[in-house]
């Protein structure tokens, strides 16, 4: 059964701290691995990851996708009290001639001034 | 450009009832996805619609259902409501492929 298994499940810091999130999958059909954060309802799109050993960087977020171990990591730097969100970690997999997203559990991120 | 519309924003059904949860694509996308994602958990696959049609259907009973309609807008359907559907429900549009863009989702509260 295909899954995708985030870590921590949550996390606490303080502004300034430079703090890194995990996500691991196990999945047949791979396509992307994408990267969501959700503040309050509608995820937003932050990076697709395709090709191993890519950093995708945006500001001060940062992606990355190892293909061979099954991971990948977010990471952001000088993290601001508006970072605080859930970040969602979902691999797509194509079937049916279209694609889906399976999603892990989230890492709820509370930064604290 | 509009994004993502979903109606209503917050529902509260009594068990055994039956509810439609409606989303308007984002302008130029044809595809439409929903997920159902309960609270603590990320969201899950429930089917998606392309041309009208259910092209592909996540692991729910067919107590879930859903419709497209030509203009791309879609809607959910859930019967006989169980305290279990308590959720938020998520539809994403794209075209054709991975490019997703969310709505702000359905909050539904079975009582």
């Known amino acids: 059964e295909d899954k995708v298994v985030q870590s921590p499940l949550s996390l606490v810091v303080h502004e300034g701290d430079t703090v890194t999130l995990n996500c691991s999958y196990e999945?047949?059909?791979?396509?992307?691995l994408l990267w969501y954060k959700q503040e309050k309802k509608a995820p937003t799109f932050l990076f697709m990851l395709t090709s191993s050993g890519i950093e995708k960087k945006s500001g001060r977020l940062s992606s990355i996708l190892d293909k061979k171990e099954l991971f990948s990591i977010l990471n952001i730097t000088a993290t601001q009290t508006g970072d605080s969100a859930i970040y969602l970690c979902?691999?797509?997999?194509?079937?049916?001639?279209?694609?889906?997203?399976?999603f892990g559990k989230g890492t709820k991120l509370s930064v604290i001034p | 450009d509009a994004g993502v519309t979903q109606s209503p924003t917050h529902l509260i059904k009594t068990r055994g009832q039956q509810v439609t949860l409606r989303c308007s694509p984002k302008s130029g996308h044809d595809t439409v996805s929903w997920y159902q994602q309960a609270l603590g958990q990320g969201p899950q696959f429930i089917f998606q619609?392309?041309?009208?049609?259910?092209?592909q259907r996540g692991n729910f009973p067919d107590r879930f259902s859903g419709h497209q309609f030509p203009n791309y807008s879609s809607e959910l359907n859930v019967n006989a409501l169980w305290l279990g559907d308590s959720a938020l429900y998520l539809c994403?549009?794209?075209?054709?492929?991975?490019?997703?863009?969310f709505g702000s989702g359905t909050r539904l509260t079975v009582v």
């Open positions: 619609y392309y041309e009208e049609e259910e092209r």
């Open positions: 999945v047949t059909n791979f396509r992307s």
């Open positions: 979902a691999f797509a997999y194509s079937g049916a001639g279209s694609y889906q997203l399976t």
């Open positions: 994403a549009s794209s075209l054709g492929g991975i490019g997703y863009t």
